[in-house]
Nanobody, 116 residues
Framework: EVHLAESGGGLVQPGGSLRLSCAAS????????MSWVRQAPGKGLEWVSH????????FYADSVKGRFSISRDNGQNTVFLQMNTLKPEDTAVYYC?????????WGQGTQVTVSS
């Protein structure tokens, strides 16, 4: 059974940093693209970033480019999202996502709140 578990969210002041983690199990982690998606209060899902199977290629939404960095550790079946220079508009629930054989799998999400 596929399982994704995010952690690392919290309350941070504008300009601060957080590092999110997503621990994966139940599938061959090193074979699949992993993504981060967020949902701000009252808004729809927004794709943030994704990373290819071996970590060699990364992609970012314009809204986070230059501030966020995605990485993965295939030995630990974990994907990370380093978030720097956080802004109030980054406040959202952040979800880890894996697309496996045309089906999307999601974690439970972790809340990130950027506020002074």
């Amino acid at each position: 059974e596929v399982h994704l578990a995010e952690s690392g969210g919290g309350l941070v002041q504008p300009g601060g940093s957080l590092r999110l983690s997503c621990a994966a199990s139940g599938f061959t982690f090193s074979s699949y693209v992993m993504s981060w998606v967020r949902q701000a209060p009252g808004k729809g899902l927004e794709w943030v970033s994704h990373i290819n199977y071996d970590g060699g290629r990364t992609f970012y939404a314009d809204s986070v480019k230059g501030r966020f960095s995605i990485s993965r550790d295939n030995g630990q079946n974990t994907v990370f999202l380093q978030m720097n220079t956080l802004k109030p508009e980054d406040t959202a629930v952040y979800y880890c996502n894996a697309r496996i054989l045309s089906r999307h799998y999601w974690g439970q999400g972790t809340q990130v709140t950027v506020s002074s």
